[in-house]
């Protein structure tokens, strides 16, 4: 364990495999919820929180559950359950101190339980660092780092995305190209922008 394998693994999660513009999880909150700034940042602090916390609980069940009792089939079952009881609490918490940002969030704080980005984080991180059952020095900072990062990276896109809508707002857009379509175009090439972190593959 050593800041260069830290330093590594920022990098990769933010830039070069960054969780919606390289990986493509998490497209559905990215598009809907990134008209303006304020819900976009408020909904990535709850899903860094989501994945962040999830790659922590999902390694101990995994290590000391899954694993010693040769149940290791039932890791997706199990992770969701850990993310959905993880976004039922965001959702209580919200729902005290912000009923105004609840309600801004409407359905896609709830659909947080399925947004593939945080399945996605707690798979991607024990594929990573687990090697033939058994998990390699520090994976469980490993993982948790990782998860963070990867709540950076969708906090990196989901604010570029919301900052370019806004600014469309005071510009003239066809009108075939309102709404969605153009939030397509503009994901694409923000996406094509990123692949550039990891070269461009033919």
């Known amino acids: 364990m050593n800041l260069q394998e830290f330093l590594s693994i920022f990098i990769s999660s933010v830039f070069i495999y960054n969780v919606i513009l390289s990986r493509f999880l ?4 990215f598009v809907a919820i990134s008209k303006e700034t304020k819900p976009a940042l408020a909904m990535s602090a709850a899903v860094t929180f989501v994945i962040t916390a999830s790659s922590a609980v999902t390694w101990l069940i995994y290590r000391f559950l899954l694993l010693p009792f040769n149940l ?3 890791r997706t079952l199990s992770f969701v359950l850990v993310i959905a009881a993880l976004v039922q609490l ?3 918490v919200i729902r005290k101190t912000s009923p105004v940002l609840y309600r801004a969030f409407g359905i896609y704080l709830t659909l947080i339980t399925t947004n593939c980005a945080v399945l ?3 798979v991607l991180n024990i594929d990573m660092f687990f090697v033939k059952g058994r998990p390699v020095a520090g994976s469980f900072y490993y993982s948790i780092f990782q998860g963070f990062c990867m709540g950076l990276g969708y906090t990196l896109a989901m604010l570029i995305m919301s900052g370019i809508r806004e600014r469309l707002e005071l510009s003239r857009v066809p009108k075939a190209l309102h709404n969605f379509p153009i939030a397509f175009i503009i994901a694409s090439v923000l996406s094509l922008s990123f692949m550039g972190f990891n070269g461009f593959k033919f």
Do not use: Q, R, S, T
């Open 72 to 74: 290791a089939y039932l």
């Open 120 to 122: 996605g984080a707690a």
């Open 26 to 29: 998490g497209l559905c909150p």
């Open 90 to 92: 965001i959702e209580m």
